[in-house]
């Protein structure tokens, strides 16, 4: 079945930097667009940042500049690099794939960014 696993969040002054990885299983990866998206209490899920199958990104203005998202299809693994973190960036973040019809998510991983 397919399988989401995120890592490498953790707690991480303001202007600091953390890389999140998220390996995929059971599911041809290297043809899905990855996601990467984030959750605060309270408020909707966002799109923080995605790759396509060739490479081609797309981010949310809010982390455009900070944030670089790339993947590894011989690792079967997308990242999600984050740099001049703020406070406001605060949140969980979830992998995501859609496969077929199907939307799948990771466990997701906490990030939070201190003052």
């Known amino acids: 079945q397919v399988q989401l696993v995120e890592s490498g969040g953790g707690l991480v002054q303001a202007g600091g930097s953390l890389r999140l990885s998220c390996v995929g299983s059971?599911?041809?990866?290297?043809?899905?667009?990855m996601a990467w998206y984030r959750q605060v209490p309270g408020k909707q899920r966002e799109l923080v940042a995605a790759?396509?199958?060739?490479?081609?990104?797309n981010y949310a203005d809010s982390v455009k500049g900070r944030f670089t998202v790339s993947r590894d299809n011989a690792k079967n693994t997308v990242y999600l690099q984050m740099n001049s973190l703020k406070p406001e960036d605060t949140a969980v973040y979830y992998c995501?794939?859609?496969?077929?019809?199907?939307?799948?998510w990771g466990q997701g991983t906490q990030v939070t960014v201190s003052s």
């Open positions: 995501n794939a859609v496969v077929g019809i199907h939307n799948y």
């Open positions: 790759i396509g199958s060739v490479g081609s990104t």
């Open positions: 059971g599911f041809i990866f290297s043809i899905n667009t």
